[in-house]
């Protein structure tokens, strides 16, 4: 199995050397309406086509958001996701990425299978043929 982690508006300490020094701040930051607008823009226009259109459908990508993520954004998100079978949303109360991801990765090779894990952005594409 394929299992792709896509941080959809997750808000917390993050890898990429960004920190969060106000949690609340960061939150009215990244959930301005604006902001979100532009966020499921980029989703809806670049990365769901890209993973609609794969050839091999065999593949997971899990939606990292933050358990508070407003209610109006996650229902958006979620309508988004009960029309894609390869789509999962993955709310987390965790404030560290690494712990986050390892929840999610744990969590998902509970049936033991092997897996291969992979990141993307909300606003990244693959192409068609990506395996």
């Given at each position: ?19 969060a ?9 990244l ?68 712990e ?5 990765i ?12 992979f ?13």
């Open positions: 199995m394929i299992v792709g982690h896509c941080r959809f508006s997750w808000v917390g300490f993050s890898d990429t050397g960004r920190l020094s106000d949690i609340e701040r960061a939150k009215i930051e959930w301005n309406p604006m902001r979100m607008a532009i966020r499921f823009w980029l989703f809806g226009q670049v990365l769901l086509p890209s993973l609609d259109t794969q050839i091999d459908q065999g593949f997971v990508v899990s939606l990292l958001i933050s358990d508070d993520l407003p209610q109006k954004y996650r229902d958006r998100l979620e309508a988004i996701v009960q029309e894609r079978k390869t789509l999962r949303i993955h709310a987390t109360t965790k404030k560290d990425i690494d986050a991801l390892r929840e999610q744990s969590a998902s090779q509970l049936d033991g299978n092997k897996e291969v894990h990141r993307i952005d909300d606003d990244d594409a693959v192409s068609s043929k990506f395996h």
